[in-house]
């Protein structure tokens, strides 16, 4: 199930740790390789012997034990998942605040691919708000949380706490590196135009590009052959290409269509630009008022859905007011297959924001509500649906 699969396992100070050995048993058993890194702690609870024995692997827990021209949590991070389990209070918050003082820490802040995180605390410490405020700012980052169940604890209490049994985590592990979109070629766009007014000045808007760039990276975590078109430059695993402009956009997008199996415009594409940038930066010196002449910018969304074609093709639209009626209206003019519509005239999410609240529309006008969560896990939502 899990074949050539490199799993890092990191164990924390908690009781649960010896349950790991059983993780790690099943984790070979699946044909996975599995390589353990520890706090100090850990030891307290489980034996590096143990764990090298059922790993059949170096196990690490202080910095410089690896003889390898990387340093150690460079070198560790060469891994298809990291599962953190038992996490501790005292590890996810250090997680959430980018603190780095042993080598499962420094090696979970140099990971980019998915950390997968098992809690296991006292039922208070596990409510404290703090530490729900980490767990939050974790999931809220792309972590994947495996939220604790409720039984009976070390410490003589019931209630909730308790680390999911080990069949749970081993059945995350293999959702997060199933690979749902494994083959298929998704193209997305993301941020605003910038229309040139001269050399140093431009017309755009307040788009951030981060719902484009959480749709990226959740679909390229999931396997497939991503392509991001962007009005900024993004340094990633998968491709990308820079367009500033609704003409470059336009280009970008028209020479890349061949193939793809889905489009997501999440771009926010400006309607007009300057018919005549100036060659030169305008001095305001010139003049006491500046009257620009703007031309209509191609209807990229509108195009591409027109065209014979085999790919899904997925629109966003803004809206200030009456949200769900105007989506209705754009998705039957730009006969795209589905619309996601989002209300900018909320503070609290939208443009600028980690969060958002989403409706997904289809071209019968079914409608799906995404209450508000990240924007990394609405992204997950929005694939989800599009490829059901």
């Excluded at 431009?202 to 392509?227: F, R, W």
């Excluded at 200030?320 to 209705?328: F, G, M, P, T, V």
């Amino acid at each position: 199930m899990l074949t050539g699969k490199n799993i890092l396992i990191g164990i924390t100070g908690g009781i649960a740790a010896y349950k790991i050995c059983e993780l790690i048993r099943i984790y070979k058993k699946a044909n996975a390789n599995v390589r353990v890194v520890l706090t100090p702690n850990a030891l307290n609870f489980v034996t590096k012997l143990t764990l090298q024995t059922l790993s059949n692997s170096e196990v690490y827990v202080e910095n410089f034990e690896i003889d390898e021209y990387k340093p150690e949590h460079i070198a560790l991070t060469e891994a298809d998942i990291f599962v953190i389990a038992p996490a501790s209070a005292n590890t996810i918050s250090k997680l959430a605040n980018g603190i780095c003082d042993n080598l499962l820490l420094s090696t979970a802040c140099a990971f980019n691919r998915p950390i997968l995180i098992a809690p296991a605390m006292n039922t208070n410490m596990w409510n404290n708000p703090f530490v729900q405020e980490n767990i939050s700012k974790l999931s809220n980052n792309g972590y994947h949380i495996l939220e604790p169940a409720s039984g009976f604890l070390a410490c003589g209490t019931t209630g909730i706490g308790r680390m999911r049994e080990i069949d749970d985590i081993f059945a995350k592990t293999v959702e997060i590196l199933g690979q749902k979109l494994k083959g298929k070629k998704i193209l997305i766009t993301a941020g605003g135009t910038k229309e040139k007014i001269d050399p140093v000045r431009y017309i755009s808007n307040s788009s951030s590009g981060k719902m484009g760039l959480a749709l990226a990276d959740i679909a390229y975590s999931m396997g497939a052959e991503v392509t991001l078109i962007s009005t900024f430059k993004a340094d990633k695993g998968y491709r990308t290409i820079l367009a500033e402009t609704a003409l470059e956009m336009e280009k970008a997008v028209k020479e890349n269509l061949a193939d793809q199996d889905c489009v997501i415009m999440t771009a926010a594409v400006a309607d007009y630009r300057v018919k005549a940038p100036a060659e030169q930066k305008i001095k305001k010196e010139s003049t006491d008022n500046l009257t620009l002449e703007l031309v209509k910018n191609p209807d990229i969304l509108k195009d591409i859905s027109k065209m014979e074609r085999k790919s899904i093709i997925v629109g966003f639209c803004a809206e200030s007011e009456n949200l769900i009626e105007n989506a209705k209206i754009k998705i039957q003019n730009k006969g795209c297959d589905y619309l996601v519509a989002n209300d900018i005239s909320r503070k609290d999410i939208g443009f600028n924001s980690n969060e958002n609240e989403v409706y997904i529309l289809d071209k019968n006008l079914n409608i799906q509500h995404i209450e508000k969560d990240s924007k990394i896990n609405i992204a997950k939502q929005i694939l989800e649906r599009v490829f059901e």
